[in-house]
C-alpha cells in the first residue's frame, strides 16, 4: 500500500512544471485551447484520415481529447459517435492501427458510452480468430456495453421509457389474449348457464344476444378495454380446467403491479425532456455549452430552492471560469441538502481562485459531511500538494486511493494545472438523479392517467392498487360463489352439452348417453343409430383437433390454451406478443437519441427473424405432440 501512494504521488508530481509554478491557473486561460482551435483541429484530423496519414491526424485529435478534458467534460456522445463511424471506415480501408486507436479515443471522448463498449466488442470479435483472449474480450466488452446502457441515465432513461413500454403493452395483448381464449372456449357454456339463471324459456337467438349485450357491457358503458377483459376472465372461472385458474390468478396477481408500472413509465417519459433532468444531467456529466447555461439560469430562475439545478449551474459556471457566480451559488447550495456536494465544490472555486486555506477548509467539511467520498481527499492532496506539504498530500492521496482506486488514477493520470482537471468536481449522484427522475410532477401524473384510462377507465389512477386489489377479491367471491354450480361440460367423444341442471340422471359424465350406448359392447345397440353416432364424433374430434391447430398457425400458443394446455399457451403467448411488438416499434417507442445505429442495424433483424422461426417451429411441433397424444383414444371402446 505504500508503495502505490508513493507511485501516485510520482504520477501526481510527473506532471511537471505544472506544479512547480504551485499556482493554479487564472479564468482567463482556464479554457485551455479555445473552442475555434479545437473545432479546426476536429477538421484537420478528418482531413488528414481522409488521406490515410494517421500520425498526424492522431495529433490533431489528441488536441480535441485535450479540450474535452480542459472543458471538464466527461461524457462528449457526439464526438465518440462519429470517432466509432471512423474507425469502421479506417477497418474497411485496411487502417488497422487507426481503427483500433480510434476506438481508444472513442472511449476516452465518452468513458460511459454503452456504444463505445459496443463497438469495442465487435472490433473484437472479428479479431476473435486471432487468439482466445480476443474473443473473451469481445464478450466481456459487449457485457460492459449492456450494462452502461442502464446504468448510464442519459441512456437508460430513454431505454427504460420504450422496456416499460415494450413490457406494459406486451401484458396488455396476453391479457386480451387469453380472455378471448376464455370466452372462445367457455362461451356456450356461459350462454347456458345463463338461461337457467333467467329461467325462461327464450328461443336461442334472443339468449345470444342478451349474453353479448352482458359480456361485452364494458364497451357499452364506454369503459377502458381491461374492463372487458377482467370481466371476461370472472365470467368465465367457473368452467376453466385448473390450469386456467391458475393463470387467470397470476395475471389478475400481476395487476396489481399494473399502476406502479403505468406511473413508472409516465416518469420516464417525461423525464426525457422535463423536470430540468436532462439539462441536469448534461451539466453534470456532459458536453456543456452557452444554450445549456442559459436553460439553466432560466430553471433556477423559476425555482431557486431547487439545489440540483443549483448545483449544476455553479458546475458550469465554475467550469466556464465564472468563479464569483460559481462561488455564490455553492455558497447559497451549501445551506441546503446536499450539503457536502456544495461544500467540496465550494471548495474548488476557492482553490481555483488562489484561496487555498478557504478550499482546504471547505474540503474538510465536506469531508466531515461525507466521510466516503475520494474526490474530496484527492482535492486536499491537491492543495497539499500546492502547499508543498508532501507528506501531508500523500496521505490524503492514499484515502483517496482506498476507496476508489480507478477514479483515482484516471484523474492522476489526467491532472493539470487547468482548475478542471486539477481536483476532481462533484457531481450529482446517480441515487439523486433517479430520485429525481422518479419523483411525481404534474406533467407525468397527467402523462399516466391519460394511458391508464384507456384501460381501466372509472378507476382513478390514484386509487389504481385499491381497485386491482378489488378485482382480485372479487374473483375470491366468484370462486366462493360458483362452487355449487354444477358443472356444465362437452361431451368428450361427441361434444354435446351435457348439463346436470337439465337431465339429472345423466349425471355430470364425461360422456353423454348416446356415446357410451354406442361405444360399449352393447349387442342390443341399433346398428344405425351407433353408425350415426360415430359420424357425429369423427366430425367432432376433427374439428376440436384441427381448429387450435389452425389458430395456432397463426397465434402460436393460443392453440395450447384451446386445447387446455393453458400454463404452456400462456408462456408462448407472452413471448408472442413481445416478439410483435418488438417489430412493430423495432426503431423503439421513443427514440434512442444516443443509439441511432443500434436500431437499424441489419444483422439485429436476422437475428430477431431467426429466433422467431425457431420459437415457431418449437410451439407448432409442442401442438403436434397434443394432437399425437390425444388423438387415438376417443375411437378406443370403453
Ligand atoms: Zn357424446
Ligand atoms: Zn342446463
Redesign the pocket.
Known amino acids: 500500500m505504500g508503495l502505490l501512494g508513493v507511485l501516485v504521488l510520482l504520477g501526481a508530481l510527473a506532471l511537471g512544471p505544472s506544479f512547480g509554478w504551485a499556482q493554479p491557473a487564472s479564468p482567463e486561460t482556464q479554457g485551455g485551447i479555445p473552442k475555434e482551435e479545437m473545432e479546426k483541429a476536429w477538421f484537420a484530423h478528418r482531413e488528414i484520415l481522409e488521406k490515410g496519414d494517421w500520425e498526424r491526424s492522431r495529433a490533431e485529435l489528441e488536441k480535441v481529447y485535450q479540450w474535452k478534458l480542459d472543458q471538464g467534460i466527461r461524457n462528449h456522445y457526439s464526438y465518440a459517435l462519429a470517432l466509432i463511424r471512423e474507425s469502421e471506415r479506417a477497418a474497411k480501408r485496411e487502417i488497422g492501427v487507426a481503427a483500433s486507436e480510434l476506438l481508444l479515443y472513442a472511449e476516452r471522448m465518452a468513458p460511459d458510452f454503452s456504444e463505445v463498449k459496443r463497438a469495442r466488442a465487435a472490433w473484437l470479435g472479428s479479431h476473435a480468430f486471432d487468439s482466445f483472449g480476443n474473443a473473451a474480450q469481445s464478450v466481456w466488452s459487449w457485457f460492459q456495453g449492456f450494462f452502461l446502457s442502464f446504468a448510464n441515465p442519459d441512456e437508460a432513461i430513454p431505454r427504460l421509457a420504450n422496456l416499460t413500454f415494450w413490457l406494459l403493452l406486451s401484458f396488455f395483448l396476453t391479457f386480451a389474449a387469453f380472455s378471448f381464449s376464455c370466452f372462445l372456449r367457455h362461451y356456450s357454456f356461459f350462454n347456458h348457464h345463463l338461461r337457467h339463471l333467467v329461467g325462461l324459456r327464450i328461443s336461442p337467438v334472443p339468449m345470444m344476444f342478451l349474453s353479448f349485450l352482458l359480456l361485452l357491457s364494458p364497451l357499452f358503458l364506454d369503459l377502458g378495454w381491461m374492463w372487458l377483459f377482467a370481466l371476461w376472465t370472472l365470467a368465465f372461472w367457473t368452467y376453466g380446467r385448473w390450469t386456467d385458474r391458475v393463470v387467470t390468478l397470476v395475471l389478475v396477481g400481476l395487476l396489481l403491479l399494473l399502476p406502479a408500472g403505468v406511473r413508472f413509465h409516465a416518469s420516464l417519459v417525461h423525464s426525457l425532456t422535463g423536470k430540468g433532468v436532462p439539462e441536469i444531467l448534461r451539466a453534470n456529466y456532459g458536453a456543456w455549452d452557452e444554450e445549456l447555461y442559459q436553460k439553466l439560469l432560466s430553471m433556477n430562475r423559476e425555482k431557486p430552492e431547487d439545489a440540483d439545478v443549483l448545483m449544476a449551474l455553479g458546475l458550469v459556471e465554475k467550469r466556464m471560469g465564472k468563479y464569483a457566480a460559481a462561488e455564490q451559488r455553492f455558497s447559497l447550495g451549501a445551506r441546503l441538502p446536499p450539503k457536502g456536494l456544495a461544500l467540496h465544490n465550494l471548495g474548488n472555486v476557492f482553490l481555483a481562485t488562489n484561496r487555498l486555506e478557504m478550499a482546504m477548509e471547505a474540503y474538510q467539511e465536506a469531508a466531515r459531511l461525507d466521510p466516503s467520498r475520494p474526490e474530496t481527499y484527492y482535492n486536499l492532496g491537491q492543495a497539499n500538494l500546492l502547499k508543498l506539504r508532501m507528506k501531508e498530500a500523500e496521505a490524503e492521496f492514499q484515502r483517496a486511493k482506498g476507496l476508489e482506486p480507478a477514479k483515482i488514477s484516471y484523474h492522476t493520470g489526467i491532472a493539470s494545472k487547468n482548475p478542471n482537471r486539477l481536483v476532481m468536481d462533484r457531481t450529482l449522484d446517480p441515487g439523486r438523479v433517479w430520485e429525481r427522475v422518479l419523483v411525481p410532477s404534474a406533467e407525468s401524473d397527467r402523462i399516466a392517467r391519460s394511458f391508464w384510462e384507456l384501460l381501466w377507465k372509472g378507476i382513478p389512477l390514484d386509487h389504481g392498487e385499491m381497485g386491482m386489489a378489488a378485482l382480485l377479491g372479487l374473483l375470491g367471491l366468484v370462486h366462493l360463489g360458483s362452487r355449487r354450480i354444477p358443472v356444465i361440460r362437452h361431451?368428450e367423444?361427441?361434444g354435446?352439452l351435457i348439463c346436470p341442471l337439465c337431465n339429472p340422471l345423466r349425471g355430470a359424465g364425461i360422456?353423454?348417453l348416446?356415446?357410451q350406448n354406442a361405444f360399449t359392447a352393447n349387442p342390443a345397440a341399433d346398428l344405425e343409430v351407433v353408425r350415426k353416432k360415430r359420424g357425429e364424433v369423427a366430425r367432432y374430434q376433427t374439428r376440436v383437433h384441427l381448429l387450435p391447430q389452425r389458430i395456432s398457425w397463426i397465434l402460436p400458443g393460443m392453440g395450447h390454451l384451446m386445447r387446455g394446455r393453458s400454463l404452456e399457451g400462456i408462456v408462448y403467448l407472452f413471448v408472442l406478443t413481445l416478439m410483435a411488438t418488438r417489430f412493430v416499434w423495432w426503431e423503439g417507442w421513443v427514440p434512442l437519441p444516443l443509439s441511432p445505429a443500434a436500431s437499424r442495424s441489419v444483422s439485429g433483424l436476422v437475428m430477431a427473424g431467426l429466433l422467431f422461426l425457431l420459437f415457431y417451429g418449437f410451439v407448432q411441433y409442442r401442438m403436434e405432440c397434443i394432437r399425437l397424444q390425444e388423438v387415438k383414444s376417443h375411437f378406443q371402446r370403453t
Open positions: 361431451c367423444r361427441c354435446t360422456q353423454c348416446p356415446c
